[in-house]
Structure formats: C-alpha cells, structure tokens
C-alpha cells in the first residue's frame, strides 16, 4: 500500500508570492489534516478536511487555505508569502476524522521563503 | 501559550535501559493523548495511544501512563534499542471522535547508545 505523498518536496519561494502544496492520501482514507513545523513553534495543526469539508481549523492567518478534492487528494495554499512561513508542511490521512483511527504522514514539503 | 509540554529536549540511554519520556498538558479537556516518533527527513509515525478513561496502555517495548490529575504523562520504552533514536512528540486531542486535530508538545531527541 502507497504511503502518504506530498508534491514538491522542496520549495523556495519570494515574499509576496503565493504557493500550492499538494497530499496525496493512502488510498481510502477519507480524512487529511495538514500541520506546519518550525523550529521555534514545533508542529502546529492548520486545518483538517474530511469527504471535502474543512473538518477543523487551526489558529494561522485567513492567507492559509486549504481544500479537498473528491479523491480525498488534498492541496494547501499560502498567498501573500512571509518570512515566517518558512517551514516543513506535513500532511496526514487517516480512515476517518477520529483521533481513534491512527493517522499516517507524509515527509513533508520544506518551504522557505526568502 | 503552550498547551501540551515536553521539558526534556534530550534524552540519552544507553541499550537494553528503559528510556522515559515525560509530557505535560494545561488543558484539562483533553480526553486523548499521542505519542509519535519521528526520524529525520520522515513524517511523525504513530507509536500509542491512550484514551483519558485508562492510566496505562500497553504496546510490546512501549508503555504510556496517563495520570489525569497532574495532567501528566509518560511513555516507557524498555528495553531500548538504537534504532529507537529518533525525535518523540507527545499530542493531545479534545475529544476522541471530534476530528483529527492534535496539540503537540516540542519534542524530546532520545539517542540510544549501543
């Protein structure tokens, strides 16, 4: 069984631009939840979908979005670029949107802005 | 403010020694707790679990303790092996069916000497 993809793995972006992360899920899992990790904040969680629907959201800026597709493929994008958004993007799917059910990562995509 | 806590940023044991990992929470609604190792270049990989009606949950080497009035808990990892060097998260969830959203604390770097 394919694991957890994420697509670029490595990014270098500009302030002021925008950027899309795409996560591919394991096949049938219905729920992917995306979190940030930096170094001075550890890894924070930025919002979960499930069957297309933001499940859940966490405590980043409106400039953080996200959405799912009807595959459960999910894509995460960041507009108006900071410093501060350099960071490791992880994504995780898991069967259903319950913590009971264990949730899979991905490597990540690392993402610095300059 | 942060919620879920590890004051051990390191932790070194030597082979075949138990290894303890220490987590600490401020948020007393917290009803599911996490641990999760990570090797670097890799995404988190889910070790155990431990829903806020148990105190002890058993997995093989790994054993977490939960002590909900000192909002307190603790993975055992025993014996140790270098293989088990790796980053340990600790996360915790409101409500075990409420989605996939977790808090983690910072991180404890276990190395295992041989």
């Known amino acids: 069984k394919a694991g957890v993809t994420q697509t670029p793995r490595y990014l270098i972006k500009t302030r002021g631009q925008q950027v899309t992360l795409s996560c591919s899920p394991i096949s049938g899992h219905r729920s992917v939840s995306w979190y940030q990790q930096t170094p001075g904040q550890g890894l924070q969680f930025l919002f979960e979908y499930f069957s297309e629907t933001q499940r859940n959201k966490g405590n980043f800026p409106g400039r953080f979005s996200g959405r799912q597709f009807s595959n459960s493929r999910s894509e995460m994008n960041v507009s108006t670029l900071e410093l501060g958004d350099s960071a490791l993007y992880l994504c995780?799917?898991?069967?259903?949107?319950?913590?009971?059910?264990?949730?899979?990562f991905g490597p990540g995509t690392r993402l610095t802005v300059t | 403010d942060q919620q879920v806590k590890q004051n051990s940023p390191s932790l070194s044991v030597q082979e075949g020694r138990i290894s303890i990992l220490n987590c600490d929470y401020t948020?007393?609604?917290?009803?599911?707790f996490l641990w999760y190792k990570k090797y670097p270049a890799e995404g988190p990989t889910f070790l155990i679990s431990i829903s806020s009606i148990k105190d002890k949950n058993e997995d093989g080497r790994f054993t977490v303790f939960l002590n909900k009035s000192a909002k307190h808990l603790s993975l055992h990892i025993v014996p140790s092996q270098p293989g088990d060097s790796a980053v340990y998260f600790c996360?915790?969830?409101?409500?075990?069916?409420?989605?996939?959203?977790?808090?983690f604390g910072g991180g404890t770097r276990v190395l295992v000497k041989p």
């Open positions: 996360a915790a969830s409101l409500d075990e069916a409420a989605g996939n959203k977790l808090t």
């Open positions: 948020n007393s609604m917290f009803d599911y």
């Open positions: 995780a799917s898991s069967l259903m949107s319950s913590v009971s059910y264990e949730q899979y």
